[in-house]
Nanobody, 126 residues
Framework: QLQLVESGGGLVQPGGSLRLSCAASGLSMDYYAIGWFRQAPGKEREGVSC????????YSADSVKGRFTISRDNAKNTVHLQMNSLKPEDTAVYYC???????????????????WGQGTQVTVSS
């Protein structure tokens, strides 16, 4: 059983940066694709970025392209989401998710993922 714990959320001003981390325990995440999702109050959960297991290729939603970067450190069983140029509309609870698929690509459909963390709050406000 893979457990995921997010950290790094908080309050930041518009234009600022935050780095979220997703730490895995229980199993090695080497063979897992990892995705970041977010859910704002009153809105549906949406995919943000994902990273594949075999090649580390990434995919990001249009709303965050050029601002957010996902990366993985398999030695530390951790995935990071670097968020720059944050906007008030980025305010949400951010979740990481994992699926055991050893592939060169990843997807942002949340049904594709098996394991989910509890989430970390990101608030962008002045």
């Amino acid at each position: 059983q893979l457990q995921l714990v997010e950290s790094g959320g908080g309050l930041v001003q518009p234009g600022g940066s935050l780095r979220l981390s997703c730490a895995a325990s229980g199993l090695s995440m080497d063979y897992y694709a990892i995705g970041w999702f977010r859910q704002a109050p009153g809105k549906e959960r949406e995919g943000v970025s994902c990273i594949s297991s075999s090649t580390g290729s990434t995919y990001s939603a249009d709303s965050v392209k050029g601002r957010f970067t996902i990366s993985r450190d398999n030695a530390k069983n951790t995935v990071h989401l670097q968020m720059n140029s944050l906007k008030p509309e980025d305010t949400a609870v951010y979740y990481c998710a994992a699926t055991r698929k050893y592939a060169s690509s990843c997807f942002l459909g949340f049904n594709w993922y098996t394991y989910w963390g509890q989430g970390t709050q990101v608030t962008v406000s002045s």
